[in-house]
């Protein structure tokens, strides 16, 4: 994957919204991963999956959200305007329910910590063989 320039706009670059949309998803599942007693690794796998997931029910690929990520990480306007928002939508949830929306997600998606583990991996050889 190769890094987008500060001039470069990516091709498939995400729209605001949609990047306040999955940076939300993606810390109110961290906020359920940490709330896990697990080790350092375990907590690294279930992160990955749970990127994931919701990536894929929002449907983006993970190399065009993490190109657009890493372009509005060079404009900070356009990256303040994002968590700006993203802490609003997470202000306005309740933790209860963020909890119990976790666990239901967790609960359609259970898999065996072993398949969750080989997933991880095989994602992290299918990005490692795309950088070369």
Not at 47 to 63: C, F, G, P, S, W
Request: proline fraction near 4%; include cysteine.
């Amino acid at each position: 994957m190769a890094g987008c320039s500060s001039q470069e706009t990516p091709q498939n670059l995400l729209n605001v919204p949609d990047m306040v949309d999955i940076l939300t998803e993606f810390h109110l599942a961290e906020a359920a991963i940490t709330r896990e007693n697990m080790s350092v690794k375990d907590r690294e796998v279930r992160r990955h999956y749970y990127q994931d997931v919701i990536l894929k029910e929002k449907e983006v690929d993970r190399e065009a959200f993490f190109q657009s990520y890493h372009y509005y990480l060079t404009r900070p306007e356009l990256i303040d305007t994002i968590y700006s928002r993203m802490i609003d939508d997470l202000n306005q949830l309740v933790p209860v329910e963020q909890e119990k929306r976790f666990k239901q997600k967790e609960k359609e998606k259970t898999k065996p910590k072993w398949k969750i583990e080989r997933e991880a991996r095989l994602n992290q050889q299918k990005e490692a063989a795309k950088k070369k």
